[in-house]
């Protein structure tokens, strides 16, 4: 069965979780192509990877046509006619938006050549992610939900994705079929012993709950006579980065509390190695990538009820804690002398690999589409 993946951006683009993730899903299957538009690749990317736009390429082992971006918007007059032309061509189309454009427009393509389509919506379904120019998008629900109503299956990361879709009237009935985001995890490094740093690695983002992170840290500073700092790795939008910055200068925490900006590659990989703990307090999150990169590099994760990782308490490898900054500040101290960090770290990287691997979840992934598919004759 030949797949197709159409995507807003790819990997090796820097845009965050999705583009990496659908990287993964395509590898992961037989006969997957990919086709993204160029956002986020710099001319330095695509140089040293050896991208072509416009034209097939091939990144370990994937078909991947990278098209063109017209002012880094994905859906350009490239990518349409290119689906115009190809699509037919796929036994299915896999969709990565519920409200992309590009999403919209290959939609349109599939019904009008008769071609089996799924949708992922990557949270975008859940409360605190409508809420965001919720006016407009209530009307695009309202119109887009009939076109995706001839989707064979919704493809969801968690059980409470899987809720938040259902509790859409329009959507009642469609098949859903959960599927992790997975990882090749060949090339991470060894888990690093010298775990120094409570760390922060994400989009800085208010539904990121930043605030609350630092004034929990600020009451784990005041209780530990010789604390961790607290790392911050990623960026965002300028005017939101300069007022968390003030509030942790107002703390007087400006020492104890650095930011890193963007970081990528091995650097990611270092980052995230030496973390006594991953702290993400998202108001929501539909999966969280970064949580199972920090377990697979052996750093227990600190998460709030609003991510879908309840798991990681059960598992003992991680706290699933309230939005209460004295229930955080004392996981703080918890993990900050906890004496036994080797073997959590052996433990924490053996279930992200046990439960996450490529091999394991596409393989069922690609077993449960194909049965999907068939039923849906």
């Known amino acids: 069965m030949k797949h197709l993946f159409v995507a807003r951006a790819i990997y090796p683009a820097e845009v965050g979780g999705p583009s990496n993730t659908i990287f993964q899903m395509a590898k992961g299957l037989p006969d997957a192509t990919i086709v993204s538009s160029d956002r986020g690749m710099s001319d330095a990317l695509k ?16 078909e991947m046509w990278v098209m063109k971006s017209l002012y880094q918007q994905p859906l350009s007059l490239y990518m349409a006619i290119w689906l115009y032309k190809n699509i037919k061509n796929y036994q299915v189309v896999h969709l990565s938006s519920f409200f992309a454009p590009l999403s919209v427009f290959a939609a349109i393509i599939c019904l009008l050549f ?19 120019k919720s006016r407009m998008k209530r009307l695009l629900m309202y119109c887009y939900c009939s076109l995706y109503k001839a989707a064979s299956a919704f493809i969801v990361t968690s059980i409470e994705e899987e809720e938040s879709l259902k509790s859409i009237t329009k959507l009642k009935g469609k098949k859903i079929l959960i599927t992790p985001n997975s990882y090749d995890f060949t090339d991470f490094p060894v888990i690093d012993s ?71 590659g091995n650097n990611k990989m270092n980052f995230l190695n030496r973390g006594i703990a991953l702290l993400l307090l998202s108001k929501s999150e ?63 990287s053996a279930f992200a690999r046990r439960c996450f691997s490529s091999d394991k979840v596409m393989t069922q992934f690609n077993l449960n589409i194909n ?3 068939k039923e849906d004759k």
């Open 194 to 264: 010298n775990k120094d740093s409570f760390i922060f690695l994400g989009r800085i983002d208010p539904i990121k709950n930043l605030e609350l992170m630092v004034e929990a840290y600020a009451l784990y500073k005041n209780k530990t006579p010789t604390p961790a700092v607290l790392r911050i790795g990623g960026t965002g939008e300028y005017n939101y980065v300069k007022s968390l910055k003030q509030l942790v200068e107002r703390l007087g925490l400006s020492s104890n509390i650095i930011f890193h900006g963007h970081i990528t």
């Open 47 to 62: 140089k040293k990877f050896g991208i072509k736009v416009n034209k097939s390429n091939h990144i370990e082992g994937v």
């Open 286 to 348: 539909n999966f969280g990538n970064v949580v199972v990169e920090a377990l697979a590099q052996g750093t227990p994760v600190i998460v709030s009820k609003g991510t879908p990782w309840k798991i990681v308490e059960e598992e003992n490898v991680g706290h699933y804690v309230n939005y209460d900054i004295d229930e955080i500040s004392n996981t703080l101290i918890e993990c900050y002398n906890f004496n036994n960090k080797q073997d959590l770290s052996i433990r924490c």
């Open 114 to 132: 008769n071609i089996k389509f799924t949708l992922a919506p990557r949270g975008e379904l859940y409360g605190p992610a409508l809420k965001i």
């Open 371 to 373: 049965t999907l598919l």
